[in-house]
């Protein structure tokens, strides 16, 4: 599994510098408190793992990985663990980032760093957990569109629940206080579902 692993991060080796000129220029951008360009290099890395799917269809990959030794489930694990490895090296890069040129411009608030920082894992987690079963049991192109479509109907179904549906405080009270943990318990679950699912396609799909 280690070789797959290393396969993927070889597919986007050229691209990391990319990344890391993207971290340092929205960084800088973010010195004027708009946090959002804090979010932008995290979902650009998370949409350039996605490309590897693309390098596999184009090169009939695998069709050969699935010769190898436990060849259907080590790809599908070996995806989800470097996609994670991908997120998780894109965001400490951005709060190394966030941190220079906070201090920079003497505007660094760690606890809203904290909280933008988490929003992007979350949101990339969540990202890979709808992508990958979709890629997997319909192809790169025709899972993104199936993706796009899932994500506008959530955010109008989120949307909508807010606008017609009042939260109880008491609600509200444990979210202040124990939302991080009931969100990180949630996106892990959704995770590792999404890893069961794809798993379970791969196991059955043909090439």
């Given at each position: 599994m280690k070789g797959l692993i290393k396969k993927d991060l070889l597919v986007i080796k050229s691209n990391i510098k990319h990344l890391l000129l993207l971290v340092l220029i929205f960084c800088f951008l973010s010195i004027d408190g708009n946090n959002m360009f804090y979010y932008i290099p995290t979902f650009i890395s998370t949409m350039l793992f996605i490309t590897t799917f693309s390098y596999d269809e184009i090169n009939k990959w695998d069709s050969y990985a699935i010769t190898l030794p436990k060849g259907r489930k080590n790809v599908v694990k070996a995806k989800y663990i470097t996609s994670i490895l991908i997120i998780c090296w894109a965001i400490l890069l951005t709060y190394i980032g966030g941190i220079i040129f906070g201090e920079l411009s003497n505007s660094l608030n760690i606890s809203l760093l904290n909280n933008n920082i988490y929003s992007c894992l979350f949101g990339a987690l969540l990202i890979i957990s709808l992508s990958f079963p979709l890629i997997f049991k319909y192809g790169v192109e025709r899972g993104r569109i199936f993706l796009i479509v899932i994500i506008f109907g959530f955010i109008f179904l989120i949307s909508l629940i807010s606008k017609y549906i009042t939260?109880?405080?008491?609600?509200?009270?444990?979210?202040?206080?124990?939302?991080?943990?009931?969100?990180?318990?949630?996106i892990l679950l959704i995770l590792f579902i999404s890893y069961l699912i794809s798993k379970k396609i791969y196991q059955k799909k043909e090439f």
């Open positions: 939260i109880p405080e008491y609600l509200k009270n444990i979210d202040n206080q124990y939302g991080m943990y009931i969100i990180s318990i949630i």
